[in-house]
């Protein structure tokens, strides 16, 4: 294993602050995974995973077991921890700018379609290794104009040719839970199970440019635009929300590296015997099927659901509470489905998420992610 410094906050042509990579395997030697942990910062559970992730590694390393190429970013936000703000970390949004740390990464398919015209053919991985090339290229022409930016640059820069893509993220207060690409079901599918996911939320575009999507989506888009080229989905990254920012402890962690170590050896990238897999929680859901819910006042939040728990159309699942003027509001979604994610906040002001529903059938469009 060897780790590498880059240089992300720079002034006055001295960098201050750097993001650390660790390296394990070598690079053209069998598959490629990055892995990455807290985009968002504060997203403790995931970097305490990525923590038991690198002992488990560097053990597997010391043995030779290690059958391809592991990037592992411990830490992926180093800008976002520095920022705290009157005691409270806040690792979501860029200060400087306002931008969501993980939205607007360079979709690299549209200069890849003019690039790439009239040479793509039948063989699959001839296609691959040229996609990649290009898409290297791609990420590298890009000329960040700020430090944020220059921080997903060089994120992007180590993951877009990888085979494997696992973007750790937690939420405010949730089940484990996993956005992918549709077409990416069958392969995400097992690092489900093996995880214990309660949903695993799919889509061909969310919206927003994603990390994971703008790995992933790359492959799918030049397949419909090259539509007699061979161009499989040759990235399976997802996004896994390792439940809420307040489930830290060793016991989640250790259950999570092991899943990840396991997925590993499935892909075939760790050289340890790959154990069955358990019994799937959940299928996919379209994420358009995901009802969101929001304050309709200001005022006391009051679950009347669990996280977990199944509720029907209409069924209240919170009161919105205004202590000044009395008025109480039941909160309820349109649809049935499964309570999955809230907010960690107990007093609201209007239009503040409340929580999230995963029903079974379409019904939303547009940007699908919050921002
Ligand atoms: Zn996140």
């Given at each position: 294993?060897?780790?590498?410094?880059?240089?992300?906050?720079?002034?006055?042509?001295?960098?201050?602050?750097?993001?650390?990579?660790?390296?394990?395997?070598?690079?053209?030697?069998?598959?490629?995974?990055?892995?990455?942990?807290?985009?968002?910062?504060?997203?403790?559970?995931?970097?305490?995973?990525?923590?038991?992730?690198?002992?488990?590694?560097?053990?597997?390393?010391?043995?030779?077991?290690?059958?391809?190429?592991?990037?592992?970013?411990?830490?992926?936000?180093?800008?976002?921890?520095?920022?705290?703000?009157?005691?409270?970390?806040?690792?979501?949004?860029?200060?400087?700018?306002?931008?969501?740390?993980?939205?607007?990464?360079?979709?690299?398919?549209?200069?890849?379609?003019?690039?790439?015209?009239?040479?793509?053919?039948?063989?699959?991985?001839?296609?691959?290794?040229?996609?990649?090339?290009?898409?290297?290229?791609?990420?590298?022409?890009?000329?960040?104009?700020?430090?944020?930016?220059?921080?997903?640059?060089?994120?992007?820069?180590?993951?877009?040719?990888?085979?494997?893509?696992?973007?750790?993220?937690c939420d405010n207060?949730?089940?484990?839970?996993?956005?992918?690409?549709?077409?990416?079901?069958?392969?995400?599918?097992?690092?489900?199970?093996?995880?214990?996911?309660?949903?695993?939320?799919?889509?061909?575009?969310?919206?927003?440019?994603?990390?994971?999507?703008?790995?992933?989506?790359?492959?799918?888009?030049?397949?419909?635009?090259?539509?007699?080229?061979?161009?499989?989905?040759?990235?399976?990254?997802?996004?896994?929300?390792l439940r809420g920012?307040?489930?830290?402890?060793?016991?989640?962690?250790?259950?999570?590296?092991?899943?990840?170590?396991?997925?590993?050896?499935?892909?075939?990238?760790?050289?340890?015997?790959?154990?069955?897999?358990?019994?799937?929680?959940?299928?996919?859901?379209?994420?358009?099927?995901?009802?969101?819910?929001?304050?309709?006042?200001?005022?006391?939040?009051?679950?009347?659901?669990?996280?977990?728990?199944?509720?029907?159309?209409?069924?209240?699942?919170?009161?919105?509470?205004?202590?000044?003027?009395?008025?109480?509001?039941?909160?309820?979604?349109?649809?049935?489905?499964?309570?999955?994610?809230?907010?960690?906040?107990?007093?609201?002001?209007?239009?503040?998420?409340?929580?999230?529903?995963?029903?079974?059938?379409?019904?939303?469009?547009?940007?699908?992610?919050?921002?």
């Amino acid at each position: 294993m060897h780790s590498t410094k880059h240089p992300i906050a720079i002034d006055d042509n001295v960098a201050t602050l750097h993001l650390t990579s660790l390296h394990y395997g070598a690079p053209g030697s069998g598959k490629k995974v990055y892995i990455q942990a807290a985009i968002h910062a504060d997203e403790v559970p995931a970097m305490l995973v990525a923590h038991l992730l690198r002992g488990r590694l560097d053990g597997l390393d010391a043995e030779g077991k290690i059958k391809g190429e592991i990037i592992l970013v411990p830490a992926a936000n180093p800008l976002g921890l520095s920022q705290v703000m009157h005691g409270a970390p806040f690792g979501r949004y860029d200060l400087s700018t306002g931008l969501n740390f993980n939205r607007a990464y360079r979709h690299a398919a549209e200069a890849l379609k003019t690039a790439l015209a009239g040479r793509l053919g039948a063989d699959a991985s001839a296609n691959v290794a040229l996609i990649r090339e290009y898409a290297r290229r791609e990420v590298a022409a890009w000329e960040p104009a700020d430090n944020a930016a220059t921080l997903k640059k060089t994120l992007l820069g180590m993951a877009i040719d990888a085979d494997i893509v696992l973007d750790l993220h937690c939420d405010n207060e949730a089940l484990l839970h996993m956005y992918t690409g549709t077409p990416l079901v069958e392969t995400i599918q097992p690092l489900a199970d093996l995880m214990g996911a309660r949903v695993l939320l799919v889509a061909k575009e969310s919206g927003g440019e994603a990390f994971d999507e703008a790995c992933s989506r790359l492959w799918w888009d030049l397949a419909d635009h090259f539509p007699d080229a061979t161009i499989p989905p040759s990235c399976a990254a997802v996004t896994v929300e390792l439940r809420g920012e307040h489930d830290v402890s060793y016991a989640y962690a250790q259950q999570d590296a092991d899943a990840i170590v396991q997925y590993l050896a499935h892909a075939g990238v760790l050289d340890i015997p790959a154990g069955s897999l358990p019994a799937p929680q959940c299928g996919p859901t379209p994420l358009d099927a995901v009802e969101p819910l929001a304050a309709p006042h200001a005022g006391v939040l009051v679950f009347h659901k669990k996280l977990g728990e199944q509720v029907a159309a209409g069924e209240p699942i919170a009161d919105v509470v205004n202590p000044v003027s009395g008025q109480v509001t039941p909160v309820a979604a349109s649809r049935a489905g499964l309570l999955f994610a809230s907010t960690a906040h107990r007093h609201l002001l209007r239009g503040m998420h409340i929580c999230k529903v995963a029903g079974a059938e379409s019904f939303r469009s547009g940007d699908l992610l919050s921002s």
